[in-house]
């Protein structure tokens, strides 16, 4: 009731400052005010028809909602900025609304282009000791796909072509695969089944997993050939070097499923000696555990980088790492800004990645 209060302020707010004053017929100004309502509910509707039974209005209603959810966000950015600017003072109401919308709508088209088009990153990961066996060990990430209301089958066989070109020795997958239960997105994300590295591919939840159905995704993710770290731990052989590869459940995982508190020790738990640890952790709040627990890179996601502005801005007043690659203490942390998106179809400074971990001597 909260956010739905906020959300209508907002609305009558952006109503107000783009219709009251605009010079428009009665007429017109009904149904811009008209228009203002629909983008309010919209969002409403799209979250209520992603959890009822699928039907032919289903994806339409999730598609609409969710791009509206967009554009509606921006407008209300635009016109808080004009405000704090007093543009409308400088070039009159009707022409400040023309723009407000206008520039709105352009950047939603931009952003809905950007977001569907994640480009490959590559980073170089220096680690102390290094053995020249595992010297530039190759780790495709993929983080946040969010495969589900405007991301479907055809996106996710692109980013298979893609991370596969790359070549990884593995693939690691770092939650939030979908919006959606297992059985109505089966087909949308079978195509991860075709992702090939020769050490394997491992997945690690997110928080949408437990929104969902966790285990039914562990499930269906195994069944596309994912091993499935549950606060658990692998170690993968290259030549003379030994890669100990973990995992933890999502740091909000305690709250929503008793028993899958996330617990970087519990995932080391009985390792044997290897050269480097790496840990597979959704959200980069984990990074303080694992720091403790003694691993040397920490892969991570959840943040989307903001996703866009305001957002990326935002984000940094809730979580302590947003993007890129970061050092904490004696351990590095690589937060991907996600290859999907969640919500509006829309990416601005933030854009969606494919990423290249590779592992170099300090």
Do not use: C
Not at 314 to 322: G, H, I, S, T, Y
């Amino acid at each position: 009731m909260i956010v739905g209060g906020l959300w209508a302020l907002f609305h009558v707010y952006v109503g107000q400052r783009l219709l009251a004053h605009a010079p428009l017929a009665l007429g017109w100004r009904a149904l811009g005010w008209g228009v203002i309502a629909l983008l309010a509910l919209a969002p409403f509707a799209a979250f209520f028809a992603a959890r009822s039974r699928r039907g032919p209005l289903t994806g339409a209603l999730e598609r609409v909602g969710f791009t509206a959810m967009g554009l509606s966000s921006l407008l209300i950015v635009f016109v808080l900025a004009g405000d704090l600017l007093h543009l409308r003072a400088w070039v009159g109401a009707g022409m400040f609304a023309a723009g407000v919308v206008g520039g709105a709508l352009v950047v939603l088209l931009l952003g809905s282009w950007r977001a569907r088009r994640p480009g490959v990153v590559r980073v170089e990961v220096p680690i102390a000791g290094l053995p020249q066996d595992l010297q530039g060990f190759r780790i495709v990430q993929l983080s946040d796909l969010h495969v589900g209301p405007t991301l479907k089958r055809d996106f996710v066989e692109r980013i298979v072509e893609t991370a596969n070109r790359l070549h990884p020795d593995l693939i690691a997958l770092t939650g939030d695969v979908a919006d959606g239960l297992p059985p109505a997105l089966r087909e949308e994300v079978a195509p991860l089944g075709r992702l090939t590295a020769p050490h394997g591919k491992f997945f690690v939840t997110g928080n949408h997993e437990y929104y969902w159905d966790a285990a039914g995704w562990v499930r269906e993710l195994e069944h596309l050939g994912f091993d499935a770290l549950v606060n658990s731990h692998r170690v993968i052989s290259q030549g003379a070097g030994r890669l100990l590869l973990a995992g933890v459940t999502d740091h909000s995982a305690s709250r929503l499923v008793p028993g899958h508190a996330s617990d970087p020790f519990a995932a080391m738990a009985g390792a044997p000696e290897s050269d480097v640890r790496v840990l597979l952790a959704h959200q980069p709040k984990s990074a303080f555990a694992a720091r403790a627990a003694g691993f040397d890179l920490q892969l991570s996601g959840h943040t989307h980088g903001g996703q866009y502005f305001p957002f990326n801005l935002l984000v940094r007043l809730f979580q302590p790492f947003v993007a890129g690659l970061h050092r904490l203490e004696e351990m590095w942390l690589y937060v991907s800004r996600g290859t999907g998106y969640w919500g509006p179809p829309l990416r601005l400074g933030a854009p969606a990645e494919i990423t290249l971990i590779q592992l170099t001597r300090a």
